[in-house]
């Protein structure tokens, strides 16, 4: 196992953020602007601010936000854009790693927030700068929101017509399912012959499990449903269990239960999964739930490489159905990649 991963909710005040370096990308959900918005930085602090150019109807509203704010907290030249695009995945990770490696060389303190990130944008993210500074630590912000579709009253409608033997589907905010995003980095080593087992973390779109176990077609399926934080909003796990439940039967598998908040019980339930079905199963993993579970999943494919990450992609996305407000805030520090490098290394030394 990796050590343990602290998560910490964030206190805002009047402070510096101690940070050098502040990634974040330009989300539509309220969250995601968040700790931009709260925080105040170093003089020097340098932003790289992804930008997503589709839809230009409402992305470059949303985006001049963004700007004028990061504008109001980061001196004149320390304000860097990064694209990305729908048709500009593929490109987003070295356009990422040009803007890094152009830095100064002083900088070692990086946050991430990940709060308006897509799964695979928290991948590359990580991996960019993880790969670019492996002797340091990393933060992860990560702010979350106050409501979430589907709601309560959706997630009681669906149990009647559950008892009713009719079938009742809430929206997301995500529409169906348009690919599986398989990106070059993180497409792992084939090697048993077909024989693969999936781990899913299953949200509230069947459709992307569904696409997803369509395309990969396993011999076994791990779901590992989200356990949320927060009394009050624990029927969660319930309905995600009920909308995924159909899957249960078509082939061999498991299911556990890991928190939606800390990456540690993501991380260690893989990894677990892992040593025990890695001689016989090519392992497959796609995080569809939580944010913050994408963080324990990368963590996890960072050290075992022949691991294979899918990202499941909407056609689209209804924005009448994004989260809204946000709750709290939290930031989580990772170990620099070279010390859990090491710390892999003499554990398995005889």
Request: net charge negative.
């Amino acid at each position: 196992m990796m050590n343990s991963i602290i998560t910490t909710q964030l206190s805002f005040d009047r402070n510096p953020s101690d940070c050098d370096l502040l990634l974040l990308a330009a989300g539509f959900e309220d969250r995601a602007l968040h700790f931009l918005s709260n925080s105040n930085f170093k003089k020097d602090t340098h932003c790289i601010l992804i930008e997503f150019p589709n839809h230009p109807e409402f992305n470059s509203n949303i985006f001049s936000t963004y700007f004028n704010k990061a504008s109001e907290l980061f001196a004149e030249g320390k304000i860097h854009i990064v694209r990305l695009g729908e048709t500009s995945i593929q490109s987003f990770e070295k356009d990422l790693n040009e803007q890094l490696l152009k830095l100064p060389r002083h900088i070692t303190k990086v946050w991430i927030d990940i709060s308006g990130m897509p799964t695979y944008a928290i991948c590359i993210s990580l991996n960019s700068v993880r790969t670019i500074y492996p002797n340091q630590s990393q933060s992860i912000i990560y702010s979350a929101a106050e409501n979430y579709f589907p709601t309560f009253e959706e997630y009681e409608e669906l149990a009647e017509k559950s008892d009713k033997n009719e079938e009742f589907v809430p929206k997301t905010m995500t529409r169906e399912m348009s690919e599986v995003l398989i990106l070059e980095t993180f497409s792992g080593h084939r090697s048993k012959e077909g024989i693969s087992c999936l781990a899913v973390f299953p949200g509230y779109d069947s459709n992307r499990t569904g696409g997803v176990i369509d395309s990969i077609n396993p011999s076994m399926l791990l779901f590992l449903f989200g356990d949320p934080d927060g009394s009050d909003l624990k029927w969660r796990l319930n309905l995600s269990k009920q909308l995924h439940r159909k899957f249960e039967s078509t082939r061999k598998n498991a299911v556990e239960v890991v928190s939606t908040l800390d990456p540690n019980q993501s991380l260690n339930t893989l990894e677990n999964y892992y040593e025990f079905l890695f001689e016989d199963y090519d392992f497959t993993v796609a995080p569809i739930c939580s944010k913050m579970q994408v963080v324990g999943t990368f963590l996890f494919w960072e050290r075992y490489k022949e691991v294979q990450l899918v990202f499941p992609l909407p056609v689209g996305y209804d924005l009448d159905k994004k989260p809204l407000g946000t709750s709290a805030t939290f930031k989580t520090t990772l170990e620099p990649r070279n010390s859990l490098y090491r710390s892999f290394t003499d554990k398995s030394q005889p």
